[in-house]
């Protein structure tokens, strides 16, 4: 319905994914049946996205925080994640969408990385949209790899100092290959970051929405949608200036 109205879409497009765990307590269910209902909504919103030919989609699905939740909820979400990857990876080729994951890959269980290497792999020559997965990932410990990344650099003759500036500090991080986000949906009435592309969210367009992750549908989709194309983005200038008034 409002599919007609959309002129411009953002070319990328984050989403903080949070309220599971609220969705389910709110229905007296386990936290887990709450990420259950929460894959079926990634699900929804890759195809949309794709669909609307946004060329980035970048889901927080698991922070660097996250592992310090009980641990048979941190392992359902991984048994979650490798049987969504799994399921999904065939979709992806057929659907033309390049897959990645950013974050601390180390940490995550070696059949799960397996699986998400091997989606990256069979992917990696699509044309279509890139979905990136944030998995085990904080934006201070990215930001924190980039640094050490230059220190060796420097130390070993390849950078002078000088030539750090924020253009080239932003090809040491791992969105390196991306443009920053035009637009951050984050669900459930939260209104944080969360240690979320810290760096790459310097102008991104903030949208808030009170809807729990699970409840997120199409039409939610399209709701914040419109209102990114509302947005007026100056990127420090004026509104003239933007116009091209002056
Ligand atoms: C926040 O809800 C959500 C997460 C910590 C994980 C998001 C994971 C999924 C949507 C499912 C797995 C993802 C993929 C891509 C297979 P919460 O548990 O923090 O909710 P609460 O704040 O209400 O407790």
Redesign the pocket.
């Known amino acids: 319905m409002l599919h007609g109205k959309l002129s411009k879409v953002p070319t990328h497009l984050a989403i903080i994914?949070?309220?599971?765990?609220?969705?389910?307590?709110a229905r007296m269910l386990q936290?887990i049946i709450?990420?259950?209902r929460?894959?079926e909504?990634?699900k929804r919103v890759v195809e949309e996205c794709s669909n609307l030919g946004i060329r980035y989609l970048t889901?927080?699905?698991?922070?660097a925080e996250?592992w310090f939740?009980p641990k048979t909820?941190v392992k359902a979400?991984m048994l979650?994640?490798k049987?969504?990857?799994i399921a999904e990876t065939k979709r992806m080729v057929e659907d033309n969408i390049r897959f990645q994951v950013i974050g601390n890959r180390p940490e995550l269980p070696a059949d799960v990385l397996h699986h998400l290497d091997e989606a990256s792999r069979v992917t990696a020559g699509n044309s279509g949209m890139t979905l990136t997965?944030a998995l085990s990932y904080g934006a201070r410990q990215e930001i924190a790899a980039a640094v050490r990344r230059i220190a060796h650099e420097v130390a070993a003759g390849r950078i002078a100092p000088d030539e750090i500036n924020d253009t080239s500090f932003a090809g040491f991080l791992d969105t390196s290959h991306m443009p920053d986000p035009d637009f951050l949906i984050r669900t459930?009435g939260?209104m944080r970051i969360s240690n979320f592309l810290l760096w790459q969210l310097a102008y991104t367009e903030l949208y808030f929405t009170e809807k729990?992750?699970p409840d997120f549908d199409r039409d939610e989709l399209m709701k914040a949608l419109v209102h990114y194309q509302s947005r007026e983005r100056r990127f420090g200038k004026t509104s003239d200036q933007v116009k091209g008034r002056i």
């Open positions: 994914m949070d309220g599971n765990g609220r969705w389910a307590k936290r709450g990420h259950q929460g894959v909504t990634v889901l927080f699905a698991f922070s996250n939740r909820e979400l979650l994640l049987h969504y990857i997965l459930s939260e729990n992750w």
